[in-house]
Structures are given as structure tokens and as C-alpha cells.
């Protein structure tokens, strides 16, 4: 049985070709985010050849305003992969206004290019801009969007669903009440799971996709499910959402 980890950083873990060695033994399908597109290069070359692991070019929220300029980069590397993060909105209300200006300016870009591109698989950062991101993503997009540790409201999740979005869930969410909610309020049809290594630790190490049969574990539990048919409906989940479980 095949799991699925659609949010994993490769290229900020200690030893990323060992882990990789390791998740391709385990056959783990795997989404190697990056959080400028400086960094690309770099993970699509050590994941080149690797059946299980494809990397994704970003420009994570935090980083819009500090990295405004390599935005050029991502469009011209943004043909060199079928997904895209990590990239996404990051408490768009609260931050100062030049991160805001660079957040949207850099949000509002992408999506465009993936609009453009039509076939983008993205995995995004919401937190405290659900509806922002849901709104600029719009109801026509092409692609797919998988949205990342989600942790809006249940209104705006709902409007999430009803987008098509999918939405991969991670330890830390199992761990929480809110993240709990969120998970059952979800369609089973639509969950996939992620790690969000390494900024998600499990007992001080890493999260990796190496963990993520701990994750289905407590997913199945928390939704008093088996967990291989979880499992079996996560990786079916993914397959749909690809449309072909050979082009990962
Ligand atoms: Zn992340």
C-alpha cells in the first residue's frame, strides 16, 4: 500500500538523500515544497530519477516581501514542474502593509500562471487568509489545490469544499481540537495527508513522510475508521486528484 505525503520540505531536512533513499524504499508519493525558487534547482535535482518524489516550486507567504524579486525566477521555472508550493497567504490582516502588498502581488501571480498552465497540482498556506485565498483561487481554477494545514473556520472551509479543494492533514491538526473538528467536518473523499517536515516535529525529530502511518492512524481514529481503508481511500483520493497515478 502506497501513502501519500503532498507537503514535505526536502531541502530544509538534515540529510535529505538519505530520507529519499528511504521514502522510495517505502514507495511513499511524495511533494517536495520550496519555499523561494532559488532553492528549486536544487530539489529537482536531487529528486531526478526518483519515482516517488516530485518537487514543486514556491514562494512561501512569509518570504513574499523579503523575496519579491525571484518572483521572475518562478515564472520562468514554473513550466519545469507540474506542482507549486508551497505558496499561499499568510495572516493577511494582521501583517504590515508591504508584506501584504508582496503577499497578494505574489499570490495573485501564481494563481494566474497556474490558470494559464491549466493542469498545476498546489499546495497552500492559508492561515488567517482562508477566505483571501479561497476568493482569488475562484471557482473555475483549473488545476488542483490542495490546501495545507487548513485551520479556518468550518463556514470558509466549507466554501473550500465546495471549490473542489482538497486538504492534507498533518500530526500537529490531529493533535489539536481545532484540527480535529476540521478533519471530521471534511468530505472523506477530499482528505490526503502531509507531514510539513520539518516544521513539524514528532518526539524532537523531523517529521517526514517516513511518519505518515502514525498520521493515518490517528486520522482513522479520530474519524473511527479502519485505518487501511484510510489509507486505501487516501491514495485513491490522490490518484483522482492527478488524474493518473503513473505522472506523479
Ligand atoms: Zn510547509
Same mark, same amino acid.
Given at each position: ?6 507537503h514535505?520540505? #526536502?531541502?530544509? *531536512? ?36 526518483? +519515482? ?25 521555472? *514554473? ?12 495572516n493577511? +490582516? ?21 490558470q494559464?498552465?491549466g ?37 470558509? #472551509? ?27 467536518? *471534511?468530505? *472523506? ?40 481503508? #484510510? ?11 492527478l488524474?493518473?497515478? #503513473?505522472?506523479?
Open positions: 500500500m502506497n501513502l501519500i505525503d503532498t514535505f520540505h #526536502l531541502d530544509l *531536512i538534515n540529510d535529505p538523500i538519505s530520507i529519499l533513499e528511504k521514502i522510495e524504499k517505502q514507495k511513499i508519493y511524495t511533494i517536495a515544497v520550496t519555499n523561494t525558487p532559488s532553492v528549486f534547482h536544487y530539489t529537482k535535482k536531487i529528486t531526478e530519477n526518483k +519515482k516517488y518524489v516530485r518537487p514543486a516550486i514556491g514562494l512561501h507567504p512569509e518570504l513574499a516581501e523579503q523575496r519579491i524579486r525571484e518572483l521572475s525566477l518562478f515564472k520562468h521555472l *514554473i513550466h519545469e514542474t507540474r506542482y507549486i508550493g508551497e505558496v499561499g497567504l499568510d493577511i +490582516k494582521k501583517c504590515s502593509s508591504a508584506s501584504r502588498d508582496a503577499q497578494l502581488k505574489v499570490f495573485d501571480e501564481v494563481v494566474k500562471l497556474a494559464e498552465a493542469n498545476k497540482i498546489l499546495t497552500i498556506h492559508s492561515r488567517g487568509s482562508e477566505a483571501e485565498v479561497i476568493d482569488r483561487i475562484g471557482e473555475k481554477f483549473p488545476g488542483k489545490v490542495i490546501l495545507h494545514w487548513y485551520s479556518g473556520s468550518l463556514q470558509n #472551509l466549507d466554501r473550500a469544499i465546495s471549490s473542489g479543494f482538497y486538504f492534507s492533514i498533518n500530526s500537529a491538526m490531529c493533535r489539536s481540537k481545532n484540527g480535529q473538528k476540521i478533519i471530521k467536518h *471534511i468530505p *472523506i473523499i477530499r482528505l490526503l495527508t502531509e507531514s510539513d517536515g520539518p516544521f513539524i516535529k514528532l518526539n524532537n525529530n523531523d517529521n517526514s513522510p517516513l511518519y505518515i502511518q502514525s498520521t493515518i492512524e490517528n486520522i482513522a481514529s479520530i474519524l473511527g475508521l479502519e485505518k487501511i481503508e #484510510l489509507a486505501k481511500t487516501i491514495y485513491k483520493n490522490f490518484k483522482i486528484a488524474n493518473s497515478p #503513473l505522472k506523479i
